[in-house]
């Protein structure tokens, strides 16, 4: 029997019932574009263009910079203003193309027309994939050429489709499922065709009865492929967790998920991937959800990258009246990324706004107690870490114990320790900031080696 969920993990309410059933749709854009050159895992692109030049929709506007890096596309039609630092959602600036935009997406070629891709061979696959600059959707923005070619492909047992979407609030990917369930299901299949000797498997959680419907409709007659419903339980999403649930195995430790046989891209990325082999369309939109208590109608759309948060959020109504705004964050309350300010352009691998009345980080600061050693940390946590004994080496400075031995850097940052915390102890933040500052003092070192 297959198992449906994974260890540990906790139970956040979902607050999808905001947005569950609202539909796909898409957003125009009016105002100015801002793409930053860094938009994925890997080295950023290089502009290929400059201020005063006309563009148009899918044109390219940055080049990949190596292997581990991705092209960045234009999602409009206008005048380059400038290529310039800007700031982004993390509150830094950064290397932006800015496009002034004419209003009339004029695409650069017919993005329409199918092809007849029966006949194409593994390389091209993944050379249309490369070219239309196709990144993970699901985080981090991985460049998914790069996934796409294993050392070993036929060592590859599954090839997972994510549609778990267990992060609070987000029901983007859900609405993908219901309308775009062939088309998914047409990518997973050219991606299984990269390895002869795997199984596709959707996986989707039980509070999303209608996507799982569509999904083994698509699937029907099918023998490569079959739908996987599994227990709601966050971070049901993670890779890591998936391919307990699937494969059966944990990952050995520094590893990738090809090293255990396995492969997983979001749904929307296998959606990207049937557009940019079939019809050669660049990734110029995605799936986004905009949801939260203060919103005054929260909803899921095709955005274009480069639109400004606070755009559309404005177009969506903007706020309930009475209603004050205490917390905004890219994604959701769990792994989201909280934003100074809404002026800053949306991203490709960004899936969400969740705009909040309360801060539940404020909140609990004003209950935090010390460690109570209750032991719940290390019950929830999907990794199977000791998150009170990695705490005490953060505090104490120990970050060598931290890093060696309590594998502190395998933390995939799930906030599922904080979330069940007794004690209110912000141990998810913490332990991101100590990953950053080993990460950042490694680079260093490697770079005065050089």
Sequence with gaps: MVKRTFRGGVHPA??????????????????????????HIGKPAKPVVKKGDQVLVGQRLAEADGFVSAHIVCSCSGTVKAVEPRRTLTGGMMDCVVVTNDGQFTPAADYTKREDVSGIDGDEIVRRVQEAAVVGLGGAGF??????KPKDPAAIRYVIANGAECEPYLTCNDQLMRTR????VEGLELMLRLFPGAQGVICIERNKPEAIEAMRKACAGKPRLSVLDLQTKYPQGGERSLIQVVAGVNFPLAKLPADVGCIVEN??????????????????????????EPVKNPGNYIVRDGTSFQELLDAASGLKEGVTLKKAMCGGPMMGITMASLEVPIQK???????????????????MTACLHCGRCTTV??????????????MLGDLARYEGKLYGLECIQCGSCTFICPARRPLMQMFKQTKAEILARKRAEAGGKK
């Design 143 to 148: 460049p998914t050429h790069v996934k796409l």
């Design 381 to 394: 946590c999907p990794m199977g870490l000791l998150p009170q004994l990695m705490a005490d080496a953060v």
């Design 14 to 39: 979902d607050h999808k019932d905001l947005s569950r059933e609202a539909p796909l749709r898409e957003f125009l854009p009016k105002g100015e574009m801002v793409f930053p050159l860094s938009q």
């Design 267 to 292: 749904v929307g990325t296998i959606y990207a991937i049937q557009r940019a082999v079939i019809y050669r369309e660049p990734l110029y939109e995605h799936v986004f959800t905009l949801s939260g």
């Design 349 to 367: 691998q960004n899936n969400g706004l969740t705009l909040m009345a309360e801060d539940p980080c404020e909140l609990a600061e004003k209950e």
């Design 181 to 184: 369930a062939a088309e998914i």
